[in-house]
């Protein structure tokens, strides 16, 4: 029986590890414009190949057999633009991404947020985490470029093509704008709740990801994380919730540390946590 296990577990490992790179892969490039190449290449690949074992053509099969590094480097070469993506979206995960930076990032948001506020000018920001955000949403367009108070400014500028809908931050770079978030279906919450404020506390109930909301009519900023949604913060309560949930978990932990659940993610709480600061009021309807 060992002898048995100790000639399958290689190969049942071999081709774990093969459909999970098969399927991420895959995963990767769907949406993108590679993803044509890909299906039309799998196409013309299999019919040469059924057609080379059906006519029992010896060369053709000889050539597609031993043709393994020029499928590699065509692949290199196709998906350059993906490729780059992708070592660039792991170069942005909070395992590499240091304390410093992400500091940096979080400004980025609360500057934004501060300066809209003061104008009255609506926004809603989610700040992706280990949950891809794209796929939470229905629709979106693609901006990839550094993320600045000033970019931001001009996304949510009133009149702006895409200011309406919400914007993906992904470490340092704005991924999408003009997306649609899911909304909230609860039903126990104010009627004078806005789309926004619903959408990010839809979001945060489906992803881990922070939402930060500003009211056009009010000018209040408010979060929302985990299902629940603060309103009328300032802008160091801002600053100290972004921080406590982005920069710590790029602090060295064990494996252990990675492993444990802190005691406020045990579970998601069903109550939604409305609050206003005496300094900014939330007027009613104020969630635009």
């Known amino acids: 029986m060992w002898q048995v296990i100790q000639d399958v577990w290689r190969p049942a490992l071999e081709i774990s590890i093969l459909a999970v790179g098969i399927y991420l892969a895959t995963r990767f490039v769907r949406g993108t414009r590679g993803w044509p190449v890909v299906i039309g290449f799998t196409i013309l690949l299999l019919a040469i190949t059924l057609a080379a074992a059906l006519l029992k053509l010896e060369v053709l099969s000889w050539l597609l057999g031993n043709a393994s590094f020029v499928l590699i480097l065509g692949a290199v070469i196709i998906f350059q633009p993906e490729i780059r993506r992708m070592l660039g979206e792991l170069g942005n995960l909070p395992l590499f991404a240091t304390a410093r930076e992400q500091r940096e990032n979080i400004e980025v948001v609360v500057g934004t947020c501060e300066r809209l506020a003061e104008v009255r000018i609506g926004a809603l ?44 931050l992904k470490g340092d770079r704005i991924a999408y704008a003009a997306c649609i978030f899911p909304l909230t279906q ?15 506390l839809g979001l945060s109930e489906e992803t881990d990801a922070p939402v930060v909301v500003v009211s056009e009519e009010s000018g209040a900023i408010s979060y929302a994380y985990k299902g629940q949604l603060v309103r009328g913060v300032s802008v160091e309560e801002l600053r100290s919730f972004l921080t406590s949930v982005i920069v710590k978990p790029a602090r060295a932990r064990g494996v252990l540390g990675w492993l444990r659940l802190r005691p406020n993610e045990t579970h998601r709480s069903d109550t939604v946590i409305i609050t206003r600061t005496e300094s900014r009021p939330a007027s009613p309807g104020g969630g635009k």
């Open 125 to 168: 920001i989610g700040i992706e985490q280990s949950i891809q955000l794209y796929e939470a949403v229905e629709s979106g367009i693609v901006v990839d470029c550094e993320a600045t108070p000033e970019m931001l400014e001009t996304i949510f500028f009133p009149n702006n093509a895409i200011h309406d809908g919400g914007v993906i």
């Open 186 to 200: 609860r039903s126990d919450l104010n009627k004078s709740l806005g789309t926004r404020h619903r959408a990010a």
